[in-house]
C-alpha cells in the first residue's frame, strides 16, 4: 500500500477534537472521511464509551477503587427463600425475594455451597430429606440461616415440569414456605452415631439370618432336616461337626459345615458386641432411661426413638 493510502486510512477524527475540511467557512464542523468511507459512515464508527463500563471512583485516601459492577453475589442480593437439590458433587440453588420473584437461579459445585450461603443475609433454606441432608442442614444452620427439611412425595407436587436439577430446587423453594407443610426434625451428630449402631447392627442380623437359612438348605439335601429358629439351627450344626460320621457326610461337605459355622460365630460375637454398645449408650442417656420406663421398652427401642428423632417430653 502506497503512503498516500496510508495516510488516507489513518485519518481518524479523535473524540472531543473538531475537524474541517480546507474549504470550510465560518467554522462549521465537519467530520472527515476516514479513508474510502464518507462523512457519515465516519460519524458512526467513532468510538463511544460502553454504558456498562464506569470510571474507577477514588477514595477519600485518594487511590482507586474498583467499580460495583452490579454483581449479584453477597450480601446485595435481596432473598428471602432458598430451595437447593442436593447432590453428590453438583447442586441446583433458586432464589425467591420477599415477594416470591426470583432472585438467582444457578449450579454449584460442592466445595463452593458453604461459601456462596455465608454471603447471603439470613434466610429460609429449604432441603429434601435425604441422603446428607442432616449434615448440611446442620453447617448451613451454622451461617445464620433457617433450614426446613421436607419428605422428596411433599415436594413433587410443587415441581411445575420434567425432573431436572433447576426444577427440583424451584419446587423445594416452593414447598418450604407452605404453611401446611410438615418438616423433618434435624437430627443431630450424636442421633446419627446412635442410628449407626441400629443400621450396622440389622445388617449383621440380615446376613446371620441368611447364613442359617444356607446350612438349613444345604442340610436338607443330604436328608438333613433343621428346624426353625436360629438357636436350633446353631446346636444342630455343632451337633453334625462334632459327630459327622452320624449322618455319613463326606469330608468335603463337612469341611464347608465347618466355614460356615466359624461364620456364623462371627456374626454371634459382632451382634453381641454392637448389643453391648447399644446398652451402654441407654445407660448414658437420661431421655432413654426415662424411655424404659414405658412397658415393653427396653435398651433397644428406646435408643432407636431418641435416634430416630425428638422425642416429646
Known amino acids: ?13 479523535r473524540p472531543g477534537k473538531e475537524a474541517f475540511d480546507s474549504g470550510s467557512l465560518g467554522g462549521e464542523r465537519k467530520v472527515a472521511e476516514i479513508g474510502p468511507f464518507p462523512a457519515e459512515q465516519a460519524e458512526l464508527m467513532r468510538w463511544t464509551q460502553p454504558h456498562n463500563l464506569k470510571r474507577p471512583l477514588k477514595g477519600q485516601d485518594g487511590k482507586l477503587d474498583h467499580p460495583n459492577r452490579g454483581s449479584e453475589e453477597g450480601p446485595v442480593m435481596k432473598v428471602a427463600t432458598i ?13 425467591v425475594d420477599g415477594e416470591g420473584r426470583v432472585t438467582f437461579k444457578r449450579r454449584l459445585v460442592r466445595s463452593r455451597l458453604l461459601e456462596f450461603l455465608s454471603q447471603l443475609p439470613r434466610c429460609l ?3 429434601e430429606a435425604c441422603s446428607s441432608a442432616h449434615y448440611w442442614a446442620r453447617e448451613i444452620e451454622r451461617l445464620g440461616h433457617r433450614v426446613r427439611l421436607m419428605s422428596p412425595r411433599f415436594v413433587k407436587p410443587y415441581r411445575k415440569s420434567d425432573k ?7 419446587a423445594i423453594c416452593e414447598a418450604v414456605t407452605r404453611a401446611s407443610m410438615r418438616f423433618v426434625p434435624i437430627k443431630s451428630e450424636a442421633q446419627h452415631e446412635v442410628q449407626a449402631l441400629h443400621r450396622v447392627r440389622e445388617q449383621l442380623l440380615k446376613s446371620r439370618t441368611a447364613l442359617v437359612n444356607q446350612v438349613r438348605g444345604l442340610l436338607a439335601e443330604h436328608g438333613v432336616v433343621a428346624p426353625h429358629g436360629i438357636a ?12 459327622p460320621a452320624r449322618h455319613g457326610l463326606s469330608g468335603l461337605f463337612r469341611e464347608t459345615l465347618q466355614e460356615m459355622a466359624e461364620r456364623l460365630r462371627f456374626f454371634d460375637e459382632r451382634v453381641g458386641a454392637y448389643d453391648d ?12 432411661r426415662r424411655l424404659a420406663k414405658v412397658e415393653g421398652v427396653g435398651p433397644l427401642v ?5 435416634g430416630s428423632g425428638r422425642p416429646r417430653e
Request: some cysteine.
Open 277 to 288: 454398645r447399644i446398652e451402654r449408650v441407654f445407660k448414658e442417656d437420661e431421655r432413654c
Open 164 to 170: 431436572n436439577d433447576a426444577n427440583d430446587a424451584e
Open 1 to 13: 500500500m502506497k503512503d498516500g493510502k496510508v495516510a488516507d486510512w489513518l485519518r481518524i477524527v
Open 125 to 127: 433454606v429449604g432441603l
Open 232 to 243: 436350633r439351627a446353631r446346636r444342630l450344626l455343632l451337633g453334625i461337626l462334632a459327630d
Open 302 to 306: 428406646a435408643t432407636a426413638v431418641v
Open 83 to 95: 430451595g437447593i437439590d442436593l447432590a453428590k458433587d453438583v447442586f441446583g440453588l433458586h432464589g
